[in-house]
């Protein structure tokens, strides 16, 4: 994209045709929410009617800088720049005996202002006042006047340098601090082109972008919907940025701009318009959409400045000067534009979204006459005026007019939260490394698990897998042989054969299980409560049983305690088979007979 350098030869667009002198010319207007017009000429403070006759005037006994636009300071409060100090106007007070003008910044009446102050702003929402005076940083100061704290452009962060790295001797912040309501931020630029983005609370920064490689000299615009726009007028290039970020989101191409300061205005649809000296109004849409507006033939036309917003925040009013002539030409990389003698002029207000025309006029007509009988004939009329009187005067909108609260409100729910990117290389890499990370680590679990059961234990070493395993084989085989057991017990009367059998068979089974419990365990063989004995018996003494069955068979049964140390399990084991017992001879119409005895001898049968 090639520089663009401008040589405009526009003078002023004169409301009145007699002659007016350098002390009639009005400063850069602030169109206020009571619908009056603010501005200041020489050492004189005016609010203007929107239809041009004045309201009150104030000596403010300083000269106010042209260049600088009055600042809404909320509840009747106005901020205004004369002789590099700041000054505080309390327009409710005119009229009555408390002071209407005072000095907010600066020296006092008499002493010199040393400070050049480049520009300030307010937040109404924190009562904070934000001033940037030349080579000595921004400076926070609460409404009533207490120092909340100040910054430079130089920063040092974890022991590096950040913000003026390529020049520390001259570098310090050169544009007005500007505020964005929704993100509680301020922006700023430095003279070598770094953009900062500061906290509204605190001097900590948000994060610095670097701009040098288009140009040092840019506008900052605050969308307040989660966006940022910079303006580079030696490029006419306009970028937008993630307000949280910084990062830029998209880029467009305009047309060759009039000013360095030229500056878009953004409506509460989200769309930004500039307009170019090619006769273009350009907007773009949140999403970098471009929309071209012309109401003449451009060859001749040009459009010098900014468009205004209404009173709805939808709609713009914008401008279109027809020249005699107009000549463009490259030399390099620099566009030069003359043009001279303005022929006629064309005012529009239409709705940048959708495209809609709801009011043009030319000038002269009715609105242009109205002003120049009024008391605004006695100051000089840019365009800038002119396009501020129709916004304050409502002309031609069919729309609902609405507070700067409401219209912040409205831009404010555009904005999305944004989250943080930690990475932005390639995607498919990262996926692929946390897909393996993911795989190692399962198989490292895996592992772990294995070795844990396997060979962590070390009885399981010393005695062998094969062991382990022929005894868990042994167990399954003498289970099915109990339960076969049992259900020819429940079945029927059992004989000596087939008891001895099933006692036999539950005290091998009881000897695999401590074994496979102590020796051999792994931790998952031992059962939820320990083997219960078949066998009877009676606080360490031998319980004999007789039963007498159809056959007129008696069979007579005692067991002794065993010696081991698991005589506890036995007995509560033996007593349930004792139970088992008893509900079996009921259901056989048996009738047991309990003989006790202390005799410690072996199993006996009758």
Not at 193 to 200: P, Q, W
Not at 534 to 547: A, I, R, V
Request: proline share 3%; with cysteine.
């Amino acid at each position: 994209m090639p520089m663009i350098q401008l040589l405009v030869l526009v003078l002023a667009l004169v409301a009145a045709l007699h002659s007016v002198s350098a002390r009639n010319w009005l400063s850069k207007p602030l169109l206020g929410d009571d619908g009056k017009v603010y501005v200041c000429s020489d050492k004189n403070f005016f609010a203007f009617e929107n239809n041009g006759s004045i309201a009150w005037t104030l000596l403010v006994d300083y000269k106010c800088n042209i260049g600088m636009a009055p600042v809404h300071g909320g509840h009747g409060k106005i901020y205004l720049v004369a002789d590099n100090r700041i000054l505080l106007i309390n327009y409710g007070n005119i009229g009555t005996f408390e002071p209407a003008a005072e000095v907010f910044f600066g020296p006092e009446p008499g002493q010199q202002a040393e400070a050049e102050i480049i520009g300030l702003s307010v937040s109404t929402l924190s009562s904070t006042v934000f001033i940037n005076i030349k080579n000595q940083g921004l400076f926070a100061y609460r409404s009533h006047g207490r120092l909340l704290w100040s910054v430079g452009p130089m920063l040092y962060q974890f022991g590096y340098r950040q913000g003026c790295r390529k020049n520390l001797t001259d570098c310090y912040f050169a544009s007005v601090p500007v505020l964005d309501q929704c993100e509680a931020s301020i922006y700023i630029s430095n003279t070598e082109g770094e953009l900062y983005c500061l906290s509204v609370r605190s001097r900590h920064f948000r994060w610095i972008q670097d701009f040098s490689s288009l140009d040092k000299n840019f506008t900052i615009t605050p969308g307040n919907n989660g966006h940022l726009y910079v303006t580079v007028q030696a490029r006419a290039l306009v970028l937008a940025l993630d307000a949280f970020s910084g990062n830029v989101l998209w880029q467009g191409s305009i047309g060759p701009l009039s000013k360095v300061d030229c500056a878009p205005i953004v409506d509460s649809n989200g769309w930004i318009s500039i307009g170019s000296l090619d006769g273009f109004l350009y907007s773009f849409s949140p999403t970098g959409v471009l929309k071209k507006f012309s109401r003449r033939n451009t060859e001749n036309s040009i459009v010098q400045v900014g468009p205004f917003l209404d009173c709805s925040g939808f709609s713009v009013y914008s401008s279109q000067i027809e020249m005699e002539g107009k000549v463009s030409h490259t030399i390099g990389e620099y566009t030069i534009v003359s043009a001279f003698r303005p022929k006629a002029a064309i005012f529009t207000m239409l709705v940048p979204a959708t495209g809609s025309i709801y009011w043009s006029e030319g000038y002269p007509g009715p609105f242009s006459t109205l002003l120049s009988k009024s008391d605004l004939s006695q100051f000089v009329v840019n365009e800038e005026i002119f396009l501020t009187f129709l916004a304050a005067s409502k002309i031609g909108t069919p729309l609902q007019c609405r507070t700067i609260g409401q219209k912040l409100a409205s831009s404010c729910s555009q904005a999305r939260t944004k989250l943080v990117s930690i990475y932005t290389g390639n995607e498919r890499a990262i996926v692929l490394f946390l897909l393996f990370e993911s795989v190692l680590l399962v198989g490292l679990i895996g592992l772990v698990r294995f070795c844990c059961t396997f060979w962590a234990k070390r009885k399981l070493k010393d005695q062998g897998l094969g062991s382990f395993l022929d005894k868990r084989l042994q167990k399954k085989a003498l289970d099915g042989t109990i339960t076969e057991l049992e259900k020819k017990a429940a079945e029927e009367a059992m004989d000596n054969e087939v008891f001895e059998k099933l006692s036999d068979s539950v005290r091998k089974r009881e000897c695999i299980e401590r074994k496979l419990s102590s020796t051999y365990s792994l931790g998952r063989d031992r059962t939820k409560s320990q083997s219960k004995s078949l066998l009877p018996s009676y606080m360490g003494k031998t319980k004999n049983y007789s039963f007498q069955g159809v056959k007129q068979q008696k069979l007579t049964m005692f067991h002794t305690l065993s010696d081991t140390s698991s005589s506890e399990s036995s007995s509560e084991g033996e007593i349930n088979v004792v139970e088992g017992m008893d509900s079996l001879a009921k259901t056989k119409g048996k009738t047991p007979m309990v003989e006790d005895t202390s005799s410690s001898s072996n199993d006996e049968y009758h």
